[in-house]
């Protein structure tokens, strides 16, 4: 059974900087793509970025929505078996419970998809002066 933990939330002033984790056990992370969605209070969830399935031979795509788009970037370390979403230039509209999501066939529909595989609890940013 896969799992994922998110880790590296906290609270973060405006243009500020924070990196998130999504450190995942019992399926090969190279299998699967990853995306961090996020929700803030009193919204529904918003696909933030994601990063396609590699098959060995080639990089993964990546994938941003528009209002995070120059200032998030997400990566991967297969040997560590960890998502990475490095968050600048933070703003309070990104304040949410972000959580990373696994799927084999997410991509490249990964917004619209309604169920992923697996997901994680969540981590809390907050970005306020």
């Known amino acids: 059974q896969g799992q994922l933990v998110e880790s590296g939330g906290g609270l973060a002033q405006p243009g500020g900087s924070l990196r998130l984790s999504c450190s995942v056990s019992?399926?090969?992370?190279?299998?699967?793509?990853i995306g961090w969605f996020r929700q803030a209070p009193g919204k529904g969830r918003e696909a933030v970025s994601c990063i396609s399935s590699s098959d060995g031979t080639r990089s993964s795509d990546t994938s941003y929505a528009d209002s995070v788009k120059g200032r998030f970037t997400i990566s991967t370390d297969s040997v560590k078996k960890t998502v990475y979403l490095q968050m600048t230039s933070l703003k309070p509209e990104d304040t949410a419970v972000y959580y990373c999501?696994?799927?084999?066939?997410?991509?490249?529909?990964?917004?619209?998809?309604?169920?992923?595989?697996?997901w994680g609890q969540g981590t809390q940013v907050t970005v306020s002066s």
């Open positions: 999501h696994a799927d084999r066939s997410a991509w490249p529909f990964w917004r619209e998809r309604a169920q992923y595989e697996y």
């Open positions: 019992g399926f090969t992370l190279d299998d699967y793509a």
